[in-house]
Structure formats: C-alpha cells, structure tokens
DNA sequence: TATTGTTATACTCTATAACTATA
DNA sequence: TATAGTTATAGAGTATAACAATA
C-alpha cells in the first residue's frame, strides 16, 4: 500500500493529471477542426467503426440513452449519420455514419495527434516498458 | 516518427485512452460524492490550496472567465466558497474557499484513490520507470 | 483606453421521468 | 410486462457579446 504523500506517487499521479488533461485539451481542439463537440465526435468515431444500437451508443459513453437521440440528431442534421431500421427489432434503430461521416471520421483520426508526437520520443524499446507497465497499472 | 498504424504505439495510444477515462470516470464519482460537479470540484481544489483572481480560476480551467462567475456562484451558496476584495486592485474579486471548503477539498482528495490503487501494483522501481517515460513523452 | 468581473443569450450535454411502439 | 427510442424538463458548463466599475 502506498501512501498518496509518497513523493514518487505523486508526481507519477501529477503526470497523469498532466496526460489526461493534454489528451482532452487535443481531441477537443480535433473535434472543434471539424465542428464537432466531443461527444459528437465521440459517437461519430464509434459509428464509423459500425452501426450501432442508440442503447448500445449510450453504454459506451456511459450516459443515460435519452442523450444520444440530440447527439445523433446533430449529427443527422448535418448529414454525417444517419438511422438505419433493424430487420431483426423494429425496436431498434441503427445509427449509422453516412459516408461523409466515414470521411469526417477519417479526418478527425488524423486530426488526432496525441498519438504520434508525445510517443515519438520514446524508442521502441521504451514503448514496450511503457505498454507493460500501463497494463499492469490498469490490472491487465 | 512513428506511423499510427504501427500496432505498439496504436496498443500504447489505446492504454493511454482508458487511462483517461478511468481518471475522469474516478473524479466525476468522487465529486459526486460531495454532491458537487467536476468543474466545481476543479475550482474548489484550485481555491483550497490559495485564494485566486476569477481571471487566474479560468486560466487554470481554459475556460472563459464568464463561466466562472456561475462555478463560484454555486460554490458561495454553498458555502464552501466566497469571494474577497483585492487590496491592490478594486476591480479583482478573490476567490477563496472558506473553512468547509477547505474540508471539502481534503475530503475530496482523499476519494482520489486514482493514485492508490493502480499504482500499487508497481514497485518503487517500475514506478520510477514509469515517472521517467512519462516525463519524456511530455517533453520535460 | 484597457482590464476585471458580471450579465444576457444561446447551445450542448446531462439525468430523470413519462410516453410510444414494439416485443 | 418488458424493452428501445423518444420527448419533456431542468440544471450545469460553455462561448460570445455587451456592460459597469476601476485602472
């Protein structure tokens, strides 16, 4: 058990407030390239991947279902998604990037740079000790 | 430089993201807690350690210093907050968390088991390892 | 004139509860 | 009855623009 005064914890915790807050500052500021809101650009990245359920979506941002109908009607507004009818459960409605949602995607992911510019300084040698640690850390 | 796509760095990008959201998911619980809103927890612990300018708060928080005067606002009628006048300068407001803030505050650091837990898989050796590669990746 | 904080406004995200259409 | 999505509502955070007090 560590103590949180411990010197070494906290400037490791302090770190990581300072990943986290870099790697928000940089999707918003990506999202904000393209006009997106961050859960715009959230939910739009998921569906890129592939249609989904609008209860599927809300699990993964971990919010109640009732907000995705606004986002994916935003999102519908301007022609990136679209719902698609479920053959299987007329219940259901798929949301569903349009291709010019898949081309914003693409873009967004671009835009996304936090993933090659703080880990270029790293060898390759160091981004495994990095992988590894960070799956332990997170009880991989 | 390191393409996106090489599947280490994309691994490393993607521990890096749940370490995101596992910080962020850990803080809006442990304000929630104390019945308070992530933002207003951010300003109450900026308050705890000085009192501060409303233009400084809104730096800290890259948020529009209009924003603030509602945060503090909140805070006040609270109690955990209140705002004090500038000897030096009578067009500055003070912000300063009062006695419960400042209990609050500590109570509030100490929901914080983000630093804990995780990181008390690591020894002291793996925590230097990862102090030091973080360090790096943030360009210090 | 410039700066500090505030107000007014509009938009988005959020949770809760009630509603509809299906199952 | 139960579930999926929506609507209605209210609260909070956000940016923008205009304002009063002070520098």
Redesign the interface.
Known sequence: ????TDP??????D??????A????EYEDAAAKHALTGAQAKVLTLLAREPLPMRRIAQQL?CEPSNITGIVDRLEARGLAERRPDPDDRRVKLAAATEEGHRTAVRL?ESLD???E?????S?R??????D???????G
Chains 1, 2 share one sequence.
């Open positions: 058990m560590v103590p949180r070494l914890s906290r400037e490791v915790v770190l990581i407030a300072t990943v986290v870099r790697y928000h500052e971990r992911g936090f993933a090659r703080p880990l270029a300084s790293l390759t160091e981004r495994t000790v990095l992988r640690l960070l799956r332990r850390m997170l009880g």
